[in-house]
């Protein structure tokens, strides 16, 4: 029987946890990781980076607007949101790019829709697999243990692949099985095997194996850095680098959607900003503090940007373009793309885009992992060059 019938007559059979045993990686390996971080609900980035010297920011926003007094200090066009404080130190070390105006054609103001099309980085195209689920097909054509981690509650659609099976747990100490509507071809080579039993009892087997590797790695993990009130999952990750699994790609994000920041903004977007740069900045630090950082990039992304005018409840709706971050030591710190014009607004009064946002994949899958972006990504994927 072919693994893919059988795998079809289990309706829903997931696992919360990997499928396929974890294989220590070398501690020195100098292969190149990414961590994405989604910031899930659809960030504000205008009062992400303040364009303060822009009059028309204070007027399409006469309460939301933040005053320059209260900005971190950026330069002499922007200012950082006062809780970026973690972002701030990585600026000032030139660890930091930020892309401004990131989007794409004819942009949906659905979450579940515009998450897709950043999962995929296939906007309108419905492709079947994510853009790291495809990134890692193409960096490594033969199923390799461990490939992707994807940290959460569920897949996320970012890191399915056609070759690898992604490593998906929340607690790394309580793996278990969840049922599931989505088939997951979990083995696909070597195409038979010699019975259903057999091919169950390595799944089991593997995943035993796999549970057990990640528990030792948190087991054994010991922070050097403070990540903040809420971590974002960063230190599992660092867990798992440090414990030299040979995972590239890791996926994690906010969780509940909190960034859907429709009414009584300020003080909320404020406090959750806090969080993702701390956690961002403790993990940075603490990659840096066991000699891992010059391996490590992390990239932040959300659904779409917030409207440029605020509403009647003192927040902000759903938007369009948006900014991006890319943190790390590899990065050349700086702005990148053009900040979109506050004055003449597109349709529906949103921001129209400046910047492809596949540019920023494009980029970091051509010039860190070393894969072609054309060969993962249509659209536009010009490197924009903060990786040296």
């Given at each position: 029987m072919r693994r893919r019938s059988l795998l079809q007559g289990l309706t829903g059979l997931t696992l919360l946890g990997p499928l396929v045993?974890?294989?220590a990686g070398n501690r020195d390996d100098p292969a190149p990781i990414l961590v994405v971080l989604e910031m899930s609900g659809g960030n504000d980035g205008l009062n992400t980076v303040v364009p303060y010297a822009d009059d028309n920011y204070y007027r399409l926003r006469p309460t939301l607007g933040i005053q320059k007094s209260s900005l971190l200090e950026l330069d002499d066009q922007f200012g950082f949101n006062p809780g970026l404080q973690g972002m701030q130190a990585l600026w000032q070390r030139d660890e930091l790019a930020l892309i401004h105006g990131c989007g794409y054609d004819n942009p949906t103001f659905s979450h579940f829709n515009a998450m897709a099309y950043w999962h995929t980085g296939a906007p309108h195209q419905g492709n079947e697999y994510g853009w790291m689920g495809r990134v890692a097909d193409q960096m490594v054509a033969k199923?390799?243990?461990?490939?992707?981690?994807?940290?959460?509650t569920s897949q996320s659609l970012a890191v399915k692949s056609a070759v690898h099976t992604p490593v998906v747990f929340d607690d790394p100490m309580r793996f278990q099985r969840s049922g599931s509507t989505q088939m997951i071809d979990l083995l696909p080579t070597p195409d038979l095997v010699r019975s259903n039993r057999d091919f169950l009892l390595a799944v089991d087997a593997?995943?035993?194996a796999s549970s057990a590797r990640i528990r030792q790695a948190w087991s054994d993990y010991r922070p050097q850095a403070d990540y903040g009130v809420v971590p974002m999952d960063l230190p599992k990750v660092a867990a798992c680098i440090d414990a030299g699994l040979p995972t590239q790609l890791y996926h994690v994000s906010v969780r509940n959607n909190a960034f859907d920041t429709h009414v009584q903004q300020a003080a909320l977007h404020r406090r959750l900003l806090s969080y993702v740069s701390d956690a961002v900045h403790g993990f940075l630090t603490d990659l840096k503090a066991m000699g891992h950082d010059r391996r490590v990039v992390v990239m932040l992304h959300s659904e779409f940007g917030r409207?440029?005018?605020?509403n009647a409840n003192l927040g902000t709706d759903h938007g369009s373009a948006n900014l991006m971050l890319v943190a790390g030591t590899p990065v050349a710190g700086g702005h990148y793309g053009a900040s979109p014009s506050l004055e003449?607004?597109?349709?529906?009064?949103n921001l129209s885009y400046t910047t492809d946002f596949r540019r920023v994949y494009g980029t970091i899958i051509s010039d860190w992992l070393g894969v072609p972006a054309e060969r993962v990504l249509s659209g536009d994927h010009s490197s924009l060059g903060f990786l040296g």
């Open positions: 045993g974890v294989r199923r390799r243990e461990n490939m992707l981690i994807n940290v959460g593997s995943a035993q409207r440029p005018k605020e003449g607004l597109g349709g529906g009064d």
